[in-house]
């Protein structure tokens, strides 16, 4: 059975999301996508399109690319939730230059008055070289401390680097 709250972090391309997905897939309960990504471009589209032809037709998806905290708490518990990702929703909040403190505490509240076990991926940013500029670096930082609050507040960390996953908390199901 699938725990109430996990996070699933990995670099670029690791394997995440799919990962992500098997887990939630596996659960048999109706499931719902909440969707941060916003496309400005062609190559985010393409991005975006892989990932609905992976994920195939079952889903409900959301977009929420700002406040998924206040999607979260109106899912009833005979579902499952995948949030994909955090990185894209913190990306989003840096660039609307939005109180970074209060959305952070709006998703936890969320996430918290969510009656269904959700799945969040997000990615790990803190292995590669020091950003050059300064809103590189915010977000690299911001990043790292979200992922702990998340691993904090998580019963089933696992880690996903080249297609295989690492557990780092709780049990897999």
Same mark, same amino acid.
């Given at each position: ?70 999607? /979260?708490?109106?899912?009833? $518990? ?11 929703? +913190?990306? *989003? %909040? &840096? #660039? ?30 803190? /292995?590669?070289?020091?950003? $050059? ?11 790292? +401390?979200? *992922? %702990? &609050? #998340? ?23």
């Amino acid at each position: 059975m699938l725990p109430r709250l996990t996070l699933v972090l990995g670099g670029a391309a690791s394997g995440k999301s799919a990962f992500a997905e098997g887990l939630v897939v596996n659960t048999g309960r109706q499931r719902t996508y909440l969707a941060t990504a916003e496309i400005y471009d062609l190559e985010m589209q393409a991005k975006v399109a892989k990932h609905q032809e992976m994920r195939g037709k079952n889903w409900h998806t959301i977009e929420v690319p700002l406040d998924p905290g206040r999607v /979260l708490a109106t899912i009833s $518990g005979d579902q499952v939730v995948l949030l994909d990702c955090a990185t894209m929703w +913190l990306s *989003n %909040q &840096l #660039l609307a230059e939005n109180d970074l403190e209060q959305a952070t505490l709006e998703l936890t509240r969320g996430l918290s008055n969510c009656d269904a076990p959700v799945v969040i991926v997000s990615n790990e940013t803190g /292995l590669g070289i020091v950003p $050059g500029n300064a809103l590189a670096r915010r977000f690299r930082q911001e990043q790292g +401390l979200l *992922n %702990q &609050l #998340l691993a904090a507040q998580a019963d089933l960390v696992v880690n996903v680097i080249a297609g295989l996953p690492q557990l780092l908390k709780g049990t897999l199901p």
